[in-house]
């Protein structure tokens, strides 16, 4: 069962903050979230575990709430370079399930 | 910098054809992993490998085959390619402890059947 993501795209201006949603209808063990820019591949953003979260880039960071079965992705400050599709992958270390991503445009 | 690589960045093959994708990664990593990526479905786990000469089944694994001979190279093998198995096909790799977690995809390969 996929995660389902909101919101499905969001623009911003360089400098505004934004939060993509990730929930899940199955227990969580960890939380992984990715960003994919066009004719990329996906780059591995932070991987969220049960009973902690983890920071991974710059002013980018992410919330896991284990009883919900929901976790937040935080943009603060964005950049241009923020832009792209954000991915969150959720279930085991191995097997991993994707949403189908937000798309985030950052505009001058 | 080189990490994950494939084979083919653009692949074309016609239906029935035998489709090998390889992905080679210079990490040392125990788990590999082939996703497909598809408009509208997000990436989808077709098959993984947690070390030499195991794999597990993904999400969508018919129609398809891996192999794992060495620690660095995975082989996704399209047995009898079909025009549904036209996608992109990303490749990653990954190690993970509790204090420490990389991953890395490979550029991918675009497979167009025909």
């Known amino acids: 069962q996929q995660p389902v993501q909101s919101p499905q795209a969001v623009i911003l201006r360089e400098g505004e903050d934004a939060v993509i949603n990730c929930s899940s209808s199955k227990a969580l063990y960890s939380v992984h979230w990715y960003r994919q820019k066009h004719g990329e591949a996906p780059v591995f953003l932070m991987i969220l575990l049960k009973g902690g979260e983890q920071k991974g880039h710059e002013k980018i960071s992410a919330s896991f709430n284990e009883k919900k079965q929901q976790s937040s992705l935080y943009l603060t400050a964005s950049q241009l370079s923020y832009s792209g599709t954000y991915f969150c992958?959720?279930?085991?270390?191995?097997?991993?399930?994707f949403g189908i991503g937000t798309k985030l445009q950052v505009i001058p | 910098d080189v990490k994950v690589t494939q084979s083919s960045r653009y692949l074309v093959k016609r239906t029935g054809e035998k489709v090998f994708l390889e992905c080679v990664q210079d990490m040392d990593h125990e788990n590999m992993f082939w996703y497909r990526q598809d408009p509208g479905l997000g990436l989808r786990l077709i098959y993984f490998s947690y070390d030499v000469k195991m794999k597990e089944k993904g999400d969508i694994p018919e129609g398809y085959s891996v192999s794992r001979e060495k620690k660095e190279r995975f082989s996704l093998i399209l047995e009898s390619a079909s025009t549904n198995q036209t996608s992109m096909y990303l490749c990653?790799?990954?190690?993970?402890?509790?204090?420490?977690?990389?991953?890395?995809f490979g550029p991918g390969t675009r497979l167009t059947v025909t």
């Open positions: 990653a790799s990954w190690t993970g402890t509790s204090l420490s977690y990389e991953q890395y």
């Open positions: 992958g959720s279930g085991g270390y191995q097997k991993v399930t």
